[in-house]
């Protein structure tokens, strides 16, 4: 049946065919490139992601209708967490640099609360989020909280009874003695 069908035209189908199945591979290889990102995006792994979307980006339409359904909105979904941890860590650099050089420099009710928020981000920062804040941060941030002294808990005034060897003693006659030795 071969033989009935113009060499020019088997060339074509052949062309055709190297064609769909290097687009399946590349389209494959893309899948496979983004379904092995991690859910949670470290600052290292922000590089990956901007390659995925740049491979992403290079494929034709052809090579594009070879892709999972689902590895477009997984594509987004990282490059959503990179530009959130972005932000996050813009805040928090912003905050720790606000704060004083050092802890002791903390005495003021607002200072107080500036260190203890800015704390408490840090805190709540996941693993891979905590790898978005610089290491002069992070380092800034240990010192103020090392030498930082916030008494949160002040003693309850002592309403106690006078101690019964000191009952005959006043404070005006205490006061009377002290002036009249001087």
Do not use: C, Y
């Not at 020019?8 to 687009?23: F, M, P, R, W």
């Not at 991690?38 to 090579?63: F, M, N, W, Y």
């Not at 101690?163 to 001087?182: G, V």
Request: hydrophobic share 40%; glycine share 2%; aromatic share 4%.
């Amino acid at each position: 049946q071969e033989t009935w069908v113009a060499e020019d035209s088997l060339k074509a189908l052949k062309t055709a065919e190297d064609e769909v199945a290097a687009n399946q591979q590349l389209a494959e290889k893309m899948d496979s490139t983004i379904a092995a990102m991690p859910s949670e995006i470290t600052k290292d792994d922000a590089a990956k992601v901007a390659a995925a979307r740049k491979d992403l980006t290079g494929l034709t339409e052809a090579q594009k209708s070879w892709l999972k359904a689902d590895s477009v909105n997984v594509l987004e979904k990282a490059e959503s967490i990179v530009a959130g941890n972005e932000q996050k860590a813009r805040k928090l650099a912003e905050q720790i640099a606000a704060l004083p050089e050092n802890g002791f420099d903390i005495d003021t009710d607002e200072e107080i609360a500036a260190f203890t928020a800015t704390k408490k981000a840090f805190e709540n920062l996941s693993e891979s989020e905590e790898t978005w804040v610089s290491e002069s941060a992070k380092r800034k941030l240990a010192e103020v909280d090392k030498n930082a002294i916030i008494d949160n808990d002040s003693l309850a005034e002592l309403h106690l009874d006078t101690p019964l060897h000191t009952f005959f003693i006043s404070s005006a006659e205490a006061l009377l003695e002290t002036s009249s030795t001087s």
